[in-house]
């Protein structure tokens, strides 16, 4: 009888173990799952973009049609949702936007240049010519400092539009951005021409998501 109230109480007190890790878990992952949900809704860093086309450019200005320019780190997964945005805004806008997205090339990248799925998946977007921003100086000149950040600027070099064009890191669908830049691309006036940009640093290695 006593062998077996022995037993019982290593019973209970190994299940007071278990539920104890158990709770330690659960807690673990909803404080992770929070900490994910946090930071998928943080936007980047406010940034300026210029009123008007950088005259130091080397990207071209469309005469005929808005220009966007898209800056993004070559590694950046969730910036992958991003470039399924932009693929979506050039079927809408058909023809209306002449679009430019810029690869940060970090000075230790090799010199061959960059190899991602993300480049290769811009660069089968119709109307999207994608580029090498070597050391970023191109996002330096447009104040770019978020994988993602999305500017659109009028025939004349007026900064139209400003942000981001997901709702949050890596999410798909539709979004204020996207509306905006659609409306801009048929001249409708409209509500919202900024946004906040959902992304990974281009020039810090902060983000969980970001590869290689």
């Given at each position: ?9 290593t019973?209970v ?76 805004l ?13 690869f940060?090339?970090?000075a ?8 991602s ?18 050391e ?47 409306a ?13 940009v ?15």
């Amino acid at each position: 009888m006593s062998e077996f109230k022995l037993d019982n109480k290593t019973g209970v007190g190994g299940r007071r173990v278990w539920s104890g890790a158990f709770a330690v878990w659960i807690c673990g992952v909803s404080a992770g799952a929070l900490l994910m949900t946090g930071l998928s809704s943080t936007p980047g860093p406010d940034a300026k973009a210029p009123a008007r086309w950088p005259a130091q450019s080397a990207i071209v200005l469309s005469r005929t049609n808005s220009t966007l320019v898209m800056f993004a780190h070559p590694y950046c997964t969730c910036t992958e949702a991003s470039v399924t945005e932009l693929e979506r805004l050039m079927a809408r806008t058909q023809g209306r936007i002449n679009a430019h997205v810029l690869f940060l090339k970090p000075a230790e990248l090799p010199a061959g240049g960059i190899d991602s799925a993300l480049w290769r998946r811009a660069s089968g977007i119709p109307g999207v010519t994608v580029q090498m921003d070597t050391e970023g100086a191109e996002a330096r000149r447009f104040g770019s400092a978020t994988s993602g950040e999305t500017m659109v600027y009028g025939a004349d070099g007026h900064l139209l539009f400003h942000g981001g064009i997901t709702l949050s890191r890596g999410h798909k669908g539709e979004n204020h951005g996207f509306s905006a830049i659609v409306a801009l691309s048929k001249t409708r006036p409209v509500r919202m021409a900024q946004t906040p940009v959902f992304g990974c640093s281009l020039f810090a290695d902060e983000c969980p998501q970001k590869g290689p």
